[in-house]
């Protein structure tokens, strides 16, 4: 992609008055105010889900039971996975487009300003809700974040209304946010800002809202279902009413297998966005990038019943779902190929975002690939339900969306700030992280296929080393983090001043506005040729 | 595009809405889940309070809201650029609404085509059925569920078809009141709109009747198993949307009774009328399904 700017830069010192105190945050309507909030109040989650991973990994460090109840454990393995999902790494993503979608598109802001902060603002309050539910009699939600009908049903606490009704006001969040994105994109671009000119950044978020806004309604019709059967009588899930716990299953899957897109395609944007630069080179295939976005986007919506193979389904569903969900690896594939060609024989250089990038493409393969081990039905019979699944799923999460979001942060750091991070502490931050986090996810793969379940406080003796040094592991990786908040409360603060470019390979329109970038850019539109 | 397409969009200023919507939201998630729980315990308790306050706060910040709104596009404010926004904008969260209903027609399929041959030994389930449930009969509507509770039908006749009936008329009486509102005809666009609020009421008043006749008469709750789930979540989430709807609609009457609105910029009419069309659609399907087949 090759865009320039033209001018219609002019005076924007002119305009760059910004409004000071508490009230700038409660009523903005900026999209580099809201990026920042909703980034700041991704980390705070990423701590606090992190914090309740810790817990687990503390309870699990040796068999037997040390220092929580049952039922407080299964809290925190929910409260975590809900956590991390939906108030850090998809808020985290939110923030990003925030900052960097109408910087990237030549727009004068996000196209329906008020809703944006309305999207972000509900999100503190839903998580508080949320987090009250743990201190309630009884405790918060323990049903595991993927609430199966009948544990979030029949066997689920008083806690459960109060889970539905902040479910569904993050669903609100999600959908506004989503709708923002989707007509920012349509609708805002500069003139000769043309489809198939558009950054990776902007296409996979694009597709994404597109996901987001199919999807969470059907959460929020799914956890609708919950509270009726829960408190008032109905039997969606009950087959003694004619109803069927497996369609909680489906219906919950349906949304949950975009989801997971959700998560990552954004991801495959900033990782696109950051290895041509580095690389010094342009994007190798860049239509086939958008092409292999798309098609992942389309299969999500086929494959979503490969979480439920052991549910009994006929074996032509198996098959069929089996078979879609092995055709997601060819797109992925294309992708992972032209991250590989676009260094292949490039001038590389290995600055923070980049190392982050590369772990990213290494480490998210690795948990691809365990994906198409699950994929297969009969495999997946074994696995089901064991840390092999966790393995995986924290390996596309942790080190697929969470390590993209750090290269991304490191990436745009200096366009946010004004000032250049401390590399050395960067690189400190990265090294320690990767190091920790195979420590963490890599054993689970054994444990798991030696046959260990998920989601329980105790363990038969023979996982009992695995454990111990995947419980050191997590213990390293949420320390590691806090270097990470320590290069952020740097950079933010001062450092070596950052140029309008910042990065010698860096292309596109966010790179032509000066370091920090101003309140407002592109108040007229760029021209772009 | 013409130079046009592209004059200074406009950026709003600083606004206290959204954060006073955020609080709406809070007390209405809060009070709700906590109301829910000392409904169906029987205790007294604040959740009540807080609900019916958070929907006051949010009333009071629509209006808020929608009063900037419409004072900026009075003004001029809003260019050619600023209306797309607005009308992808709602059409995207229309197809938001579409997969909502989705979810439940989703359940409704599900459990008519899968869940009941199932409970009566499809498919792998054989034992299934002679274990749990050997007297159980596949049928819909499912008159008598797996654990024996009874209800009778609801006919697709009569009231139903009426209602069908008066839908259609009002989609089509909104059609003409666009026309004439597009023409400049303000007085076939008052008496279309007033019409069609009225189709609505009348709609809206048939359904709770209609509701009262189930429970009281046919014995058809929200208990009485998964015909019964899903024809009163669907029936009422879509009266809801009607109820929705209609108020949207009443705001846009004051506001063609005020003069706004002219035949080439009127986003809010076709937004309500846009939405109104889907809540049709949305009954045109739910009637097939839920009614007639």
Redesign the interface.
């Known amino acids: 992609m090759s865009a320039a700017v033209t001018d219609h830069e002019h005076d924007h010192e002119h305009h760059d008055h910004k ?1 000071s105190g508490i ?2 945050w ?4 900026n999209h580099k105010d809201i990026g920042s909030m909703y980034l700041i109040f991704a980390l705070v989650m990423f701590f606090i889900g992190g914090a309740m991973a810790m817990v687990i990994r503390a309870e699990l460090f040796q068999p037997g039971m040390q220092f929580v109840e049952p039922n407080f454990f299964n809290q925190m393995t929910t409260v975590h996975g809900l956590i991390m999902v939906f108030g850090a790494v998809m808020p985290a993503f939110t923030g990003l487009a925030n900052w960097m979608i109408p910087m990237m598109i030549g ?3 996000m ?8 999207s972000f ?2 999100l ?3 998580f ?2 949320l987090l ?2 743990l201190f309630m009699p009884g405790g918060g939600p323990s049903f595991g974040w993927t609430f199966y009908a009948p544990l979030s049903t029949t066997y689920s606490g ?1 806690s459960t ?6 479910v ?2 993050m669903g ?1 969040s999600s ?1 506004m946010g ?3 994105v ?2 920012t994109i ?3 671009r ?2 000769g800002m043309t489809w198939m000119k558009m950054p990776l950044f902007v296409w996979t978020w694009l597709i994404t809202a597109f996901l987001l ?6 959460l ?3 956890v ?2 919950v ?2 059967d829960k ?6 899930f009950d ?6 716990p ?2 909680f299953q ?2 919950f899957w ?1 949304f949950g297998h975009p989801e997971v897109y959700i998560m990552i395609l954004p991801a495959f944007g900033i990782v696109s966005s950051i290895v041509p630069t580095f690389a010094r080179k342009p994007l190798f295939g860049y239509a086939s990038m958008v092409y292999a976005t798309s098609s992942i986007a389309l299969l999500s919506f086929l494959v979503w019943a490969h979480h439920m193979f052991t549910t ?1 389904m ?1 074996v032509a569903g198996a098959l069929f779902f089996m078979y879609c969900t092995m055709l997601i690896a060819v797109p992925t594939g294309v992708k992972v190929f032209n991250w590989v060609a676009t260094m292949w024989r490039g001038a590389m250089t290995f600055e923070v975002p980049m190392m982050f990038a590369l772990a990213f493409i290494v480490l998210f393969t690795i948990g691809g690939f365990s994906g198409l081990m699950l994929a297969i039905t009969p495999a997946d019979f074994q696995y089901h339900d064991t840390y092999f699944v966790v393995a995986h799923f924290h390996y596309v999460l942790v080190t697929g969306a969470v390590f993209s979001i750090i290269a991304g942060a490191y990436y745009w750091l200096p366009k946010w700030t004004g000032f250049m991070y401390d590399e050395k502490l960067g690189q400190w931050h990265f090294w320690c992280s990767l190091i920790s986090v195979n420590l963490l996810f890599f054993p689970m793969h054994f444990v798991g296929l030696a046959g260990m379940p998920r989601r329980i406080p105790d363990y038969a003796l023979q996982f009992a080393d695995f454990n111990a040094f995947i419980s050191i592991g997590g213990f390293l990786f949420g320390a590691s983090q806090l270097i990470f908040v320590w290069v952020l409360v740097k950079c933010a603060r001062g450092g070596e001043k950052a140029t309008a470019q910042v990065w010698e390979g860096a292309e596109g329109l966010e790179w032509e506005v000066p370091s920090p970038a101003p309140y ?1 850019t592109f ?3 760029p021209v772009i040729k | 595009m013409s130079d046009k397409a592209y004059e200074k969009y406009y950026v709003p200023a600083q606004s206290p809405w959204p954060i006073v919507g955020a609080v709406a939201l809070f007390l209405i998630a809060f009070g709700a889940g906590t109301f829910v729980n000392e409904v169906t315990k029987q205790q007294p308790g604040f959740g009540g309070y807080m609900l019916a306050a958070g929907f006051v706060v949010l009333i009071f910040m629509l209006f808020g809201w929608f009063k900037n709104v419409i004072d900026e596009s009075m003004s001029g404010l809003y260019s050619a650029q600023m209306d797309r926004s607005f009308r992808q904008g709602m059409s995207w969260f229309i197809v938001s609404e579409v997969m909502f209903f989705m979810a439940f027609f989703g359940a409704l399929f599900y459990g008519r085509v899968i869940a009941l041959d199932w409970l009566s030994g499809g498919s792998n389930n054989a034992m299934t059925f002679e274990i749990l449930w050997p007297s159980f009969e596949a049928m819909w509507p499912l008159l008598k569920t797996p654990g024996g509770i009874e209800t009778q039908a609801m006919p697709a006749t009569g009231l139903p078809l009426i209602n069908t009936a008066i839908l259609i008329i009002s989609s089509i009486t909104l059609h003409f009141a666009h026309t004439g509102l597009e023409q400049n005809k303000r007085g076939q666009l008052k008496l279309m709109l007033l019409v069609t609020l009225l189709l609505g009421a009348v709609f809206l008043c048939l359904q709770v009747y209609e509701y009262i006749h189930a429970y009281r008469d046919l014995g058809l709750t929200l208990a009485s198993g998964f015909y019964g789930n899903t024809f009163f979540l669907l029936t009422g989430f879509h009266g809801m949307h009607v109820t929705l709807g209609a108020i949207i609609l009443l705001f846009v009457f004051f506001r063609v009774l005020k003069g706004h609105f002219t035949p080439e910029k009127h986003f809010a009419f076709q937004a309500a009328a846009w939405y109104w069309h889907f809540v049709d659609v949305v009954w045109l399907c739910l009637y097939v399904f839920v009614y007639v087949i």
């Open positions: 409004p009230k700038r409660f009523y903005t309507t727009a004068p802001d196209a329906l300003p008020r809703m944006n902060n309305w603002w509900i503190p309050f839903a508080l809700i009250m539910s008083d209304a109060l889970f539905v009704f902040s569904h006001i609100i959908i989503a709708i923002n989707i007509v349509f609708n805002l500069a003139p806004i199919m999807v969470m309604p059907v929020a019709g799914v609708t279902m509270l009726t408190y008032f009588a109905t039997s969606f087959a003694a009413g004619g109803g069927d497996v369609l489906h219906i349906f009994g006929p407002h108040e007229t539109p």
